[in-house]
């Protein structure tokens, strides 16, 4: 295999759901691809910017999303599609933070910005945006630690994220005008 920097983010996504982030070293990536840890280091200067592609990477499958009846139906449609995306990895909500505070782009911006343009209200997208991303990255931050913690504690209380997220994101929704 050529080492590209899609092969190494795509290993970097394997080994991610194989041990999450602890288990995601430089130096365990590289006997993966069965290089030197410096060969990595040609295609990322850190391991900061290889977790920026990785997070680009998830985020990349967040589509802003058609038009739809209301601002508050588009706006559910992409913060779900952004919760999807990053539990659909391990530490994914993490990574996924990490990569914003470097620089990654982060589609619910457009997503926002389009549906606030239809709908009116344009002058909130900005507050929009960044409410609906820490929403969905601080809850499933919360989500993914317990189930991690879960796996080694078995009597840890089961709780049920689904219907919290629900219930916050339709809370948050409620203050959005259609």
């Not at 999807?84 to 530490?91: E, F, H, I, Q, R």
Request: charged share 20%.
């Amino acid at each position: 295999m050529t080492l590209t920097q899609s092969a190494v983010v795509d290993t970097a996504l394997e080994l991610l759901h194989e041990a999450g982030l602890p288990g995601m070293s430089m130096r365990t990536l590289a006997a993966r691809l069965h290089v030197q840890p410096s060969a990595l280091y040609w295609h990322f200067p850190s391991k900061q910017a290889l977790l920026t592609a990785v997070a680009e990477r998830v985020l990349a499958s967040v589509a802003p999303g058609e038009a739809g009846d209301s601002a508050a139906e588009e706006l559910r449609r992409v913060t779900r599609a952004l919760r999807s995306a990053v539990a659909g990895v391990p530490d994914g909500a993490e990574i996924v933070a990490l990569g914003l505070a470097a620089g990654a782009v982060n589609p619910v911006t457009d997503a926002v910005d389009r549906a606030c343009a239809r709908h009116g209200g344009g002058g909130r997208a900005a507050g929009l945006t960044t409410a609906l991303t820490a929403y969905v990255l601080g809850l499933t931050i919360e989500e993914q630690t317990h189930h991690n913690l879960a796996s080694v504690d078995p009597e840890m209380p089961r709780i049920e994220f689904d219907s919290r997220f629900d219930a916050g994101l339709e809370a948050m929704l409620a203050g959005v005008a259609d």
